[in-house]
């Protein structure tokens, strides 16, 4: 069965403070993805890959970078936290293509004071 | 730009009735439709999805949804709700080019009262 993880499950960080969020994944899936979830929002695209060494824009990539080092390995890096970016990160992989099934992590929740 | 919308926040269900949860879709095409299904304090599952063909798609646990281009609609239905399908759910769509991208509504909450 499919297998996402990530780390940390929570975090807490300080406003202007970097913050690393990783992902791993056993699959041998090519895709990779990083949602954010607000309440009342639903699910919203940060950033996705599909190689590694390369990643690509999703809907709302400001204040973000991601970096995808392995096929297994997919990060989500935070230079300057700031307060809106308090909210639950998912991870998710899917074998080929976007349009195909997804299968997520359990997320983490960040809180940026 | 695609988009999804789900017109209800939240609804409730006895247990035992009947449920269906609306899904519109913008799109002028015919998309892939997918939805979710997230219990609380995990991430997200897939329930079932539609490619292009029978426009009724059977699901995990008893869950069915009917795609009609005609309506833009991809709706839910699940003939008997248990108490354990309280969680949220989510309608995701993707579309050309290369179908890369998900995107979801907003989600429906889903509780169920004895």
């Known amino acids: 069965e499919a297998a996402v993880t990530q780390s940390p499950r929570s975090k807490v960080a300080v406003t202007g403070g970097k913050v690393t969020l990783s992902c791993h994944q056993t699959?041998?899936?090519?895709?990779m993805y990083w949602y954010r979830q607000d309440t009342g929002h639903g699910l919203r695209l940060i950033h996705y890959?599909?190689?590694?060494?390369?990643?690509e824009k999703g809907d709302i990539p400001d204040g973000y970078k991601a970096s995808r080092p392995s096929q297994e390995n997919f990060s989500l890096i935070l230079e300057l936290a700031s307060l809106s970016q308090t909210a639950v990160y998912f991870c998710?992989?899917?074998?080929?293509?976007?349009?195909?099934?997804?299968?997520f992590g359990p997320g983490t929740r960040l809180l940026v004071l | 730009a695609q988009s999804v919308t789900q017109p209800d926040a939240r609804v409730t269900v006895s247990e035992g009735a009947s449920l269906q949860l609306r899904c519109k879709y913008s799109?002028?095409?015919?998309?892939?439709l997918f939805w979710y299904v997230q219990y609380p304090r995990q991430g997200l599952q897939l329930l079932l999805k539609?490619?292009?063909?029978?426009?009724v798609v059977q699901g995990v646990n008893g869950f069915e949804a009917e795609f009609s281009k005609s309506n833009s609609s991809f709706h839910l239905r699940k003939a008997s709700v248990h108490w354990s399908d309280w969680a949220v759910y989510f309608c995701?769509?993707?579309?050309?080019?290369?179908?890369?991208?998900?995107?979801f509504g907003k989600g429906t909450v889903l509780l169920v009262s004895p």
């Open positions: 998710a992989s899917s074998p080929d293509w976007g349009g195909d099934t997804q299968y």
């Open positions: 699959n041998n899936h090519d895709y």
């Open positions: 890959s599909y190689v590694a060494d390369s990643t």
């Open positions: 799109y002028f095409g015919t998309p892939y």
């Open positions: 539609y490619y292009p063909g029978d426009p």
């Open positions: 995701a769509v993707s579309i050309d080019p290369g179908y890369n991208k998900l995107t």
